[in-house]
């Protein structure tokens, strides 16, 4: 039987949940490969195929993680038009680690003027960052890290951003920040929770590889990461902006990539949500341009795209009301962002630096190919592929995946808490000034056991 507290969760959320949720998957600013950006064609292909998925209806939205076109300095994404052909609605992201902000800000702030109600009719809301209080959390910070942004950073963006959208037609669009529970619950960024209208959380079980993270256990462990965070931020509704279950890869502890796996995963952690709490899967595909990502979330093949999923999207027979038992498991901490592999993102593409560019932003969602290395919070070593493309030495991307450029790099960290968990690499643009088509991989979520004990110090 579903947990009281997830029940409790669930209502929260419902409650300030609209008649018809917002349901959809998340894009990033490149294709797969992470070399090409994505053009308003190519959104418009993806919304089209996301919208007339075989088996499914009302896929209806998108998650984005900028606000910027890639390969430019500040051009609203081309993503926006695409949502208007297709009437498609945005979950609009502006990046906010690094010194990214006053470009994003600037491309929204084009984007209102240039397609007015168009645009903001069909915004869902506004995320000021992703995951940036992960990758600014104790452990990053004792690895090195300088990319991630602060509760004060945040804030102050949020209230940048309802300044900027005061008087215009976006004025009422919700404003919030995603990020993994584990930040949600440490106290020290309270004051991003009290900010925000509302509350994103980003939970991947399959990466939990110290737990029993089967895939008979994957809702119970992605109910225990929205328990956490629904418990930290009280009355805050909490979104789910970013989970899935890998159709091929690398197994993970207990976690098989599989369709199979991929599909009981859908019913009994999508299902139950869609059309009920606002919910944006990862991913639709990531395998066009013929990327071959290790390993692979799209639901959907790429090359070609095809609305045809990989497994049965029905779902059929299950409800909101439907359960999975409470994971076995000897770790005391899941759902958490990688521990420090983006805290040293600087050393990871040292050998690849020059094939980084300086400036807009590839991110998650099919904007690369996922390659998510486990990092061990006791051990303290990260094993994490750095591989990217295009020209210039900042550019570090905030999405999933990699390109084909080089360096496979070994990062050491410093990180102190007990206990073990496993988790994904992040990195985030050092500076948006130039053109974009460069992936590290990142943003996804695993486990860290050891952060907890880290933030019970704090």
């Not at 225990?224 to 930290?232: H, I, L, M, Q, W």
């Not at 509704?237 to 995963?265: D, F, M, Q, R, S």
């Not at 409470?326 to 630096?353: E, L, V």
């Not at 190919?369 to 486990?374: F, G, H, I, V």
Request: glycine residues 12%.
């Amino acid at each position: 039987m579903r947990s009281s507290t997830s029940l409790l969760a669930l209502a929260a959320t419902l409650s300030t949940a609209s008649a018809a949720a917002y349901k959809g998957f998340n894009y990033g600013a490149t294709k797969s490969d992470g070399y090409a950006p994505r053009v308003q064609s190519d959104f418009q292909s993806l919304f089209q195929t996301s919208k007339n998925l075989v088996g499914a209806s009302g896929f209806t939205s998108a998650r984005l993680y900028t606000t910027i076109q890639a390969g430019t300095t500040s051009d609203p994404t081309s993503a926006i038009p695409a949502a208007i052909a297709e009437d498609i609605s945005l979950l609009v992201t502006l990046w906010a680690s690094g010194t990214a902000f006053p470009n994003e800000l600037t491309a929204l702030k084009a984007a209102i003027a240039q397609y007015g109600d168009a645009f903001t009719s069909r915004v869902a809301g506004i995320s000021i960052g992703s995951e940036d209080l992960y990758r600014n959390s104790p452990t990053g910070i004792a690895a090195g890290s300088t990319i991630g942004a602060d509760p004060a950073t945040l804030v102050d963006y949020i209230k940048q951003v309802r300044s900027a959208i005061a008087g215009t037609a976006l004025s009422a669009a919700p404003v919030g920040h995603v990020d993994t529970w584990t930040a949600w619950v440490n106290g020290s960024n309270q004051a991003v929770i009290d900010n925000c209208d509302w509350i994103g959380v980003d939970a991947y079980p399959y990466f939990q590889n110290t737990q029993s993270n089967g895939i008979e256990n994957g809702a119970a462990l992605f109910n225990e990461a929205v328990d956490n965070t629904a418990n930290a931020v009280g009355s805050k509704p909490v979104w789910i902006t970013e989970t899935g279950w890998p159709v091929t890869g690398k197994t993970e502890n207990l976690a098989v990539p599989n369709t199979e796996n991929a599909k009981t995963y859908w019913q009994e952690v999508g299902c139950p949500r869609f059309d009920v709490v606002n919910t944006w899967w990862y991913t639709l595909e990531d395998t066009d341009n013929n990327a071959s990502p290790n390993p692979s979330f799209g639901i959907a093949p790429g090359s070609p795209l095809s609305s045809t999923p990989l497994f049965d999207l029905s779902c059929s027979g299950v409800s909101s009301s439907s359960s999975s038992a409470k994971p076995s498991s000897t770790a005391s901490a899941s759902g958490s962002k990688s521990a420090s592999a983006s805290a040293t993102a600087s050393s990871a593409i040292s050998s690849a630096s020059s094939a980084l560019t300086g400036g807009g932003i590839v991110s998650t969602g099919g904007g690369l190919s996922p390659t998510k290395p486990a990092v061990d919070g006791s051990a303290g070593t990260v094993s994490a592929t750095a591989t990217a493309s295009g020209s210039g030495s900042t550019g570090v991307s905030g999405g999933s995946g990699s390109g084909s450029g080089s360096g496979n790099s070994t990062l050491l960290t410093t990180a102190t808490p007990t206990g073990t968990g496993s988790g994904s690499s992040s990195t985030t643009p050092a500076s948006v000034t130039g053109n974009s088509a460069s992936s590290i991989s990142g943003s996804i979520v695993g486990v860290m056991g050891g952060l907890l004990a880290a933030l019970s110090l704090l």
